[in-house]
């Protein structure tokens, strides 16, 4: 409830009506000043997000511990107490995917940072030797009589730098943490050489071959490669798992009573269980990220070790409960049909990421 200081005046300022109490009977506006201190507007914020009067706390307690409940509660009528599902979702999803990027990207480990450090320090050698080369190349020819200037010398210096950057590019090339190899093929020219010579296999691969080695052209790294698809693959999944959401309410609807049960209530139930699925993932974020920055100590490695297995288990059950609750069937009815619910919705979450991941992949740049 907003703490806004009241006005003295009883006119809604909205649309005009009397206004005995706090709240406009007409418009629902709340009889408040107009002009507030600046920090009302951060308060005023939080109280919209949360809704300090109970409202998102009890959803959020209901979604969490009480598998169903909050289902049964908005179709029996219960709507103003709650959080809309839709508005919930919403909001959950935002949390899920924003909160991860308020964390510190984790730096390069030990071994990657001595790794680099070689591969620079080889890479000065073998400047300083063909320095050497070159200007051994240079006094042998003055020697013999030749001048500095004739277009011979530069001949041969273009000729030893040629060789030089011939022998970094097959080093790039053969160096498998630096490159993708497909099907044998290191570049699109020999990819195209190796598919006239074998079968379907190259035919079918070509467009992650053409990205992959149009992405190598521009000089990335297999590391840099995979960093941007997980970063396409991120930003897209929200929309996918969106899109998903009619589909899951579409096989409830399927396995049950249609006279009893409109789509609409299976919607209701799809937001508010993936609303919870993605809570646990924010929990399991969260979780992990807090790990990082503890003592790596047994004691504490079990106990979390513990929480992941509990957190697994309780969100693996937590559909066949929720399931039980809402729709009412027999134990052994209920069960029957949240395993063939949940396997074919596992398949389907599957083909959805499996495509998901292809267009994240064509798509990436």
Request: proline letters at 3%; glycine letters at 4%.
């Amino acid at each position: 409830m907003s703490h806004g200081k009241i006005r003295e005046e009883k006119n809604c300022l909205n649309c005009g009506h009397l206004v005995e109490e706090r709240f406009c009977p007409h418009c629902g506006q709340e009889n408040t000043e107009p002009r507030q201190p600046f920090y009302f507007l951060f308060t005023h914020f939080i109280e919209d997000f949360t809704h300090y009067d109970g409202q998102f706390w009890k959803t959020i307690k209901y979604l969490l511990f009480q598998p169903g409940k909050l289902t049964k509660e908005y179709l029996s009528g219960k709507r103003q107490i709650y959080v809309a599902p839709v508005k919930l979702y919403i909001f959950v999803s935002f949390i899920t995917f924003f909160v991860p990027t308020l964390f510190p990207q984790s730096e390069d480990t030990d071994d990657e940072a001595t790794e680099k450090h070689s591969i620079q320090k080889e890479k000065e050698q073998k400047k300083e030797l063909t320095a050497k080369i070159i200007d051994s190349v240079k006094s042998g020819m003055l020697a013999e009589g030749y001048n500095k200037n004739d277009s011979i010398v530069h001949k041969s210096i273009s000729k030893i730098k040629k060789i030089e950057d011939l022998i970094d590019k097959k080093e790039v090339l053969s160096s498998e943490k630096d490159q993708f190899a497909i099907l044998g093929a290191t570049s699109m020219k020999q990819y195209d050489s190796l598919s006239k010579k074998g079968g379907g296999n190259y035919k079918s691969l070509r467009p992650f071959a053409k990205k992959i080695f149009h992405l190598q052209d521009r000089g990335l790294k297999r590391k840099e490669i995979i960093g941007r698809f997980v970063d396409t693959f991120i930003h897209s999944f929200p929309k996918a798992l969106f899109i998903y959401l009619p589909i899951f309410a579409f096989f409830l609807w399927v396995f049950h009573n249609k006279k009893k049960w409109w789509y609409f209530d299976h919607g209701i139930f799809t937001l508010h269980y993936f609303s919870f699925l993605l809570l646990t993932t924010l929990i399991f974020i969260l979780t992990n990220h807090l790990t990082a920055i503890l003592p790596n100590y047994t004691p504490i490695k079990i106990i979390f070790g513990l929480f992941y297995c509990a957190l697994f288990f309780y969100t693996s059950a937590y559909f066949f409960i929720a399931h039980h609750r809402l729709y009412e069937n027999s134990k052994r009815k209920s069960i029957l049909k949240g395993s063939l619910l949940f396997i074919i919705n596992c398949i389907g979450l599957l083909f959805m990421l499996m495509i998901l991941s292809y267009i994240s992949f064509i798509t990436m740049h």
